[in-house]
């Protein structure tokens, strides 16, 4: 199952190599919303930890088991992000995260064909956030590593 | 899946007879816990709407979608058939016409017998289920009847 | 009016009005419960959203659909999707590749027994005018609409309102091309006065049409979206007008279904959105005299 | 090779989550929260986790070795019960009766993997002494124990004490069967000695078992609950002396699972369940020089 909120708690912990090596971390996300995306339509901004941005150049994104790059995703207009699957970004932070809890913050979203502002892209100044949509919440939350 | 609530609101409507007229109510119910009791240690004592009880007598339940009266259900050899926790039980109540259209203030006091606690606990009519779920929002809740 | 629906007006309900929970602590056959619960059996669902493996289901999912329609005596009426202008950056969705996703979903909407669709259009300015190329590609699917037996209808929501040029735009085209494939849905929000259902923000008072402006789009009307904002415990739309518009329908002889759809706050509250869905179908059991 | 340290080693029950399994949790979920954390010990409570129990589906046996692989879990303890009250009107069930749920119990235990079981029996006082034919029960029970290789464990579980009589009689007939097949699971919350705030009133002071009383039983000990009523912020159990207990444990080489089991207030509150299983990990991980 999903948790409501944008970020979800399932899935946050660090991301090791073969030596054991704490490469960095991954947080799952999900589209608080009706309707899954195309990955061609989908927007990244952030994900952001303790007051660290981490844009999309330090991120890759798993949807359905298969990793993407952002660049990769511009092209695939056949491609969905389902409704009822968490993405799952990760982040590359050499040592990972720090045993604890923090502050994870994300701002990601969907371009909407159907409504008329202009081609979705974030701005990493805006704050955290999805959709837009005013029953969507649970951008932020405090998450611990264990 | 179901509602947290140990009586559910999905299902709560009137039932029709063959010839469709109005010969009742069903109510959904599950156990808010981590096992479910073999059928002969299920015990009931009423589904109280806007103040009126209505004991097993006028109540049938269907469990895993067998129907049983309650005498059924407490025959010895009942104890191999178990009360599975993957979806509510629900109870069909006998009520010429049923309930009328509206809100409905909709109660019910069940529980199970656990070998593991001391016999006195047993008696579903001791003051101890009053004082647990008396007023407990998951035993008591004000319901629509389209 | 599509062949296969019984004369009349109907109750039905969209899959919208959960949405944030589906998932989380709800699925589809739960919102069947309860439409069952309500005796409301028209149906909307957002394809995308709600058929597992969109745009490609598995036969197990689609078994899995037929058996709990037939079980719960659900009528599929309104199949949601979208004909995505902006899929790739810089660019719009051209003729073809817009015709391309439109005739996939035509097939399955046909397939999983809808008989409308509420089509949305890309769209280029704030009063939501549809793309440009809208008419090529639209005309083009109508053979398949005919075919497959479903219609295709743009939603009109506010804030645009029945007396817009967009809704002019389309009836010329529906009388141009004399079919029956086209048409919209009405989202009764068009005749609203509070699409908050908390109070408009001052300065931001609507404008709504009238009720009276439906009628001479009814012919070109399959099913509407019901909204409601906010139910009041007298069982009540606060914010529509409901009664005038229902009977106009009826004294047109409309047949179709109302599907309630829920745009009113606390969207994740599940027991608030059980009570706002469970009292408007009160109200409309009360307004259709059943 | 340097000798590699015995240390105890991490898991959960899925008991820390029950009020939400069903609702907006499933099996899957605890188990991705497990591989998050590093705790990838398990128990589960048979009865409730396992759809169609006692006679589970092939495909739900499936999904389970699945689930168990992806995820890396080590089943490490079933939880399941020896009823005695069986029907109205039994005051105790008949050694033929429980026998019957026992042996079942042990088979599926054994094939899901498992190598322990928490075995729930029947209790016949208010001071929660088992049934009086228990040693008949067990006796005839620890052929397929070991035939199946599991360990039945009574819980040792607040109010009774580590020094009651009760204990000692299991000692007693571990020793006089001289089996490795019986034993016991300690639940910490026989050491907990400060009340648990908002749930003081079933705090019992004159109840409080001393770390040391553990030393004699940790033989016939093979896991744990690692009960915990209250993770403070700053990763502390505030009411149960964790860091001598395990201290105890190291000293003695025993490296059994303790496997954590929530017994706090908002139990119904999924976010704060979650947490407090984290910080409780947290914690844990520190006390074990993890």
Same mark, same amino acid.
Request: glycine fraction near 8%.
């Given at each position: 199952?999903?948790?409501?909120?944008?970020?979800q *708690?399932?899935g946050?912990?660090?991301?090791?190599?073969?030596? /054991?090596?704490?490469?960095?971390?991954?947080?799952?996300?999900?589209?608080?919303?009706?309707?899954?995306?195309w990955?061609?339509?989908?927007?990244?901004?952030?994900?952001?930890?303790?007051?660290?941005?981490?844009?999309?150049?330090?991120?890759?994104?798993?949807?359905?088991?298969?990793?993407?790059?952002?660049?990769?995703?511009?092209?695939?207009?056949?491609?969905?992000?389902?409704?009822?699957?968490?993405?799952i970004?990760?982040?590359?932070?050499?040592?990972?995260?720090?045993?604890?809890?923090?502050?994870?913050?994300?701002?990601?979203?969907?371009?909407?064909?159907?409504?008329?502002?202009?081609? $979705?892209?974030?701005?990493?100044?805006?704050?955290?956030?999805?959709? &837009?949509? %005013?029953?969507?919440? =649970? @951008?932020?939350?405090?998450?611990?590593?264990? | 899946?179901?509602?947290?609530?140990?009586?559910? *609101?999905?299902?709560?409507?009137?039932?029709?007879?063959?010839?469709?007229?109005?010969?009742?109510?069903?109510v959904?119910?599950?156990?808010?816990?981590?096992?479910?009791?073999?059928?002969?240690?299920?015990?009931?004592?009423?589904?109280?709407?806007?103040?009126?009880?209505?004991?097993?007598?006028?109540?049938?339940?269907?469990?895993?979608?067998?129907?049983?009266t309650?005498?059924?259900?407490?025959?010895?050899?009942?104890?191999?058939?178990?009360?599975?926790?993957?979806a509510?039980i629900?109870?069909?109540?006998?009520?010429?016409?049923?309930?009328?259209?509206?809100?409905?203030?909709?109660?019910?006091?069940?529980?199970?017998?656990?070998?593991?606690?001391?016999?006195?606990?047993?008696?579903?009519?001791?003051?101890?289920?009053?004082?647990?779920?008396?007023?407990d929002?998951?035993?008591n809740?004000?319901?629509?009847?389209? | 009016?599509? #062949?296969?629906?019984?004369?009349?007006?109907?109750?039905?309900?969209?899959?919208?009005?959960?949405?944030?929970?589906?998932?989380?602590?709800?699925?589809?056959?739960?919102?069947?419960?309860?439409?069952?619960?309500?005796?409301?059996? =028209?149906?909307?669902?957002?394809?995308?959203?709600?058929?597992e493996?969109?745009? @490609?289901?598995?036969?197990?999912?689609?078994?899995?659909?037929?058996?709990l329609?037939?079980?719960?005596?659900?009528?599929?009426?309104?199949? &949601?999707?979208w004909?995505?202008?902006?899929?790739?950056?810089g660019?719009?969705?051209?003729?073809?590749?817009?015709?391309?996703?439109?005739?996939?979903?035509?097939?399955?909407?046909?397939?999983?027994?809808?008989?409308?669709?509420?089509?949305k259009?890309g769209?280029?300015?704030?009063?939501?005018?549809?793309?440009?190329?809208?008419?090529?590609?639209?005309?083009?699917?109508?053979?398949?609409?005919?075919?497959?037996?479903?219609?295709m209808?743009?939603?009109?929501?506010?804030? #645009?309102?029945?007396?817009?040029?967009?809704?002019?735009d389309?009836v010329?085209?529906?009388?141009?091309?004399?079919?029956?494939?086209? $048409?919209?849905?009405?989202?009764?929000?068009?005749?609203?006065t509070?699409?908050?259902?908390? /109070?408009? +923000?001052?300065?931001?008072?609507?404008?709504?049409?009238? +009720?009276?402006?439906?009628?001479?789009?009814?012919?070109y009307?399959?099913?509407?979206?019901?909204?409601?904002?906010?139910m009041?415990?007298?069982?009540?739309?606060?914010?529509?007008?409901y009664?005038?518009?229902?009977?106009?329908?009826?004294?047109?002889?409309?047949? /179709?279904?109302?599907?309630?759809?829920?745009e009113g706050?606390?969207?994740?509250?599940?027991?608030?959105?059980?009570?706002?869905?469970?009292?408007?179908?009160?109200?409309?059991?009360?307004?259709?005299?059943? | 090779?340097?000798?590699?340290?015995?240390?105890?080693?991490?898991?959960?029950? #899925?008991?820390?989550? @029950?009020?939400?399994? =069903?609702?907006?949790?499933?099996?899957?979920?605890?188990?991705?929260?497990m591989?998050?954390?590093?705790?990838?010990?398990?128990?589960?409570?048979? !009865? &409730?986790?396992?759809?169609?129990?006692?006679?589970?589906?092939?495909?739900?046996?499936?999904?389970?070795? &699945?689930?168990?692989?992806?995820?890396?879990?080590?089943?490490?303890? *079933?939880?399941?019960?020896?009823?005695?009250?069986?029907?109205? $009107?039994?005051?105790?069930?008949?050694?033929?009766?429980?026998?019957?749920?026992?042996?079942? !119990?042990?088979?599926?235990?054994?094939?899901l993997?498992?190598?322990?079981?928490?075995?729930?029996? =029947?209790?016949?006082?208010?001071?929660?002494?088992?049934?009086?034919?228990?040693?008949?029960?067990?006796?005839?029970?620890?052929p397929?124990?070991?035939?199946?290789?599991v360990?039945?464990? +009574?819980?040792?579980?607040?109010?009774?004490?580590?020094?009651?009589?009760?204990?000692?009689?299991?000692?007693?007939?571990?020793?006089?069967e001289?089996?490795?097949?019986? /034993?016991?699971?300690?639940?910490? $919350?026989?050491?907990?000695?400060?009340?648990?705030?908002?749930?003081?009133?079933?705090?019992r002071?004159?109840?409080?078992?001393?770390?040391?009383d553990?030393?004699?039983?940790?033989?016939?000990?093979?896991?744990c609950?690692?009960?915990y009523?209250?993770?403070?912020?700053?990763?502390?159990? #505030?009411?149960?002396?964790?860091?001598?207990?395990?201290?105890i444990?190291?000293?003695?080489?025993?490296?059994?699972?303790?496997? %954590?089991?929530?017994?706090?207030?908002?139990?119904? !509150?999924?976010?704060?369940?979650?947490?407090?299983?984290?910080?409780?990990?947290?914690?844990?991980?520190?006390?074990?020089?993890?």
């Amino acid at each position: 199952m999903l948790e409501y909120e944008g970020v979800q *708690y399932k899935g946050f912990r660090n991301i090791y190599n073969e030596e /054991g090596e704490a490469t960095g971390f991954q947080v799952g996300i999900r589209m608080i919303g009706y309707r899954g995306a195309w990955l061609s339509e989908f927007r990244f901004g952030y994900i952001e930890v303790d007051g660290e941005k981490f844009l999309a150049d330090r991120c890759t994104f798993v949807v359905s088991g298969v990793e993407y790059t952002y660049e990769e995703t511009f092209n695939l207009g056949r491609v969905k992000w389902p409704l009822n699957e968490a993405m799952i970004v990760r982040v590359q932070k050499p040592g990972g995260l720090a045993q604890g809890s923090h502050t994870v913050s994300a701002l990601y979203g969907q371009v909407a064909s159907y409504v008329p502002f202009g081609s $979705g892209e974030l701005d990493i100044n805006q704050k955290p956030g999805g959709h &837009g949509h %005013s029953e969507s919440f =649970g @951008y932020t939350r405090e998450m611990i590593i264990v | 899946m179901m509602e947290i609530e140990a009586l559910q *609101y999905k299902g709560f409507r009137n039932l029709k007879d063959e010839n469709g007229d109005i010969c009742g109510f069903q109510v959904g119910i599950r156990f808010v816990a981590y096992r479910g009791p073999w059928l002969s240690q299920f015990r009931f004592a009423y589904v109280k709407v806007d103040d009126v009880e209505y004991g097993p007598d006028v109540c049938t339940f269907f469990v895993n979608g067998v129907e049983y009266t309650y005498a059924e259900m407490l025959k010895p050899e009942n104890w191999r058939v178990k009360v599975q926790m993957q979806a509510p039980i629900y109870i069909h109540v006998k009520k010429e016409g049923g309930l009328a259209m509206g809100c409905h203030r909709v109660s019910v006091k069940f529980s199970e017998i656990a070998s593991y606690i001391p016999e006195r606990m047993d008696d579903i009519n001791s003051e101890m289920f009053e004082m647990m779920h008396g007023n407990d929002p998951a035993y008591n809740r004000d319901m629509i009847i389209v | 009016m599509s #062949t296969s629906q019984k004369p009349g007006i109907h109750r039905g309900v969209s899959t919208y009005c959960w949405y944030p929970l589906y998932n989380v602590n709800m699925t589809l056959e739960d919102s069947f419960e309860i439409m069952k619960d309500m005796g409301a059996h =028209g149906l909307e669902i957002l394809a995308d959203g709600i058929i597992e493996g969109y745009p @490609y289901p598995s036969k197990e999912w689609l078994n899995k659909w037929f058996s709990l329609c037939d079980r719960y005596e659900i009528v599929p009426v309104e199949y &949601g999707h979208w004909v995505e202008s902006k899929l790739y950056r810089g660019r719009e969705l051209n003729v073809e590749e817009s015709l391309e996703q439109l005739i996939h979903d035509i097939k399955l909407a046909s397939y999983m027994g809808f008989t409308c669709m509420r089509t949305k259009l890309g769209v280029i300015d704030d009063k939501l005018t549809p793309t440009k190329i809208w008419r090529d590609f639209i005309r083009r699917a109508l053979p398949y609409a005919e075919k497959y037996n479903v219609v295709m209808q743009p939603e009109i929501h506010w804030p #645009t309102r029945l007396t817009d040029q967009m809704i002019l735009d389309y009836v010329e085209f529906i009388e141009k091309e004399q079919t029956q494939y086209f $048409g919209f849905n009405i989202d009764f929000g068009v005749f609203t006065t509070d699409a908050t259902g908390m /109070g408009m +923000p001052p300065g931001m008072e609507l404008n709504p049409s009238k +009720p009276e402006d439906i009628i001479p789009l009814l012919p070109y009307v399959h099913c509407c979206h019901a909204k409601y904002y906010n139910m009041d415990e007298n069982f009540e739309e606060t914010t529509i007008p409901y009664r005038e518009v229902v009977q106009i329908m009826k004294d047109h002889n409309w047949n /179709g279904y109302l599907l309630s759809e829920y745009e009113g706050p606390h969207k994740e509250d599940y027991n608030h959105c059980m009570t706002q869905v469970k009292r408007h179908h009160v109200m409309l059991k009360r307004i259709l005299g059943e | 090779m340097s000798e590699e340290r015995k240390v105890p080693k991490r898991g959960i029950s #899925t008991y820390c989550f @029950y009020p939400q399994l =069903g609702v907006n949790m499933d099996l899957e979920d605890i188990f991705m929260h497990m591989q998050d954390m590093g705790a990838t010990g398990l128990e589960i409570l048979a !009865d &409730g986790i396992i759809p169609g129990y006692p006679y589970p589906s092939e495909e739900w046996l499936n999904k389970w070795f &699945g689930l168990i692989k992806k995820y890396d879990i080590v089943p490490v303890e *079933y939880g399941h019960w020896v009823e005695s009250r069986l029907y109205p $009107g039994q005051r105790e069930a008949s050694l033929e009766e429980s026998l019957e749920q026992l042996i079942r !119990d042990i088979k599926l235990a054994h094939y899901l993997g498992f190598t322990c079981m928490r075995t729930k029996l =029947g209790v016949i006082s208010e001071t929660l002494d088992p049934v009086s034919n228990w040693r008949e029960i067990i006796h005839e029970a620890l052929p397929y124990a070991e035939a199946f290789n599991v360990v039945m464990q +009574p819980e040792i579980h607040a109010p009774t004490k580590l020094t009651d009589r009760m204990v000692n009689d299991y000692v007693e007939f571990i020793e006089k069967e001289n089996t490795k097949y019986f /034993g016991f699971n300690i639940d910490f $919350g026989v050491f907990q000695n400060k009340p648990v705030p908002e749930m003081a009133r079933f705090f019992r002071e004159d109840r409080v078992s001393k770390p040391e009383d553990i030393i004699p039983l940790l033989p016939y000990v093979h896991c744990c609950h690692a009960k915990y009523y209250n993770m403070s912020a700053d990763f502390e159990e #505030t009411t149960i002396p964790y860091r001598e207990v395990i201290q105890i444990m190291i000293e003695h080489g025993w490296d059994g699972y303790l496997l %954590s089991e929530y017994e706090g207030p908002h139990k119904e !509150d999924i976010n704060h369940c979650i947490e407090q299983v984290r910080r409780h990990h947290v914690f844990m991980k520190k006390i074990l020089g993890q």
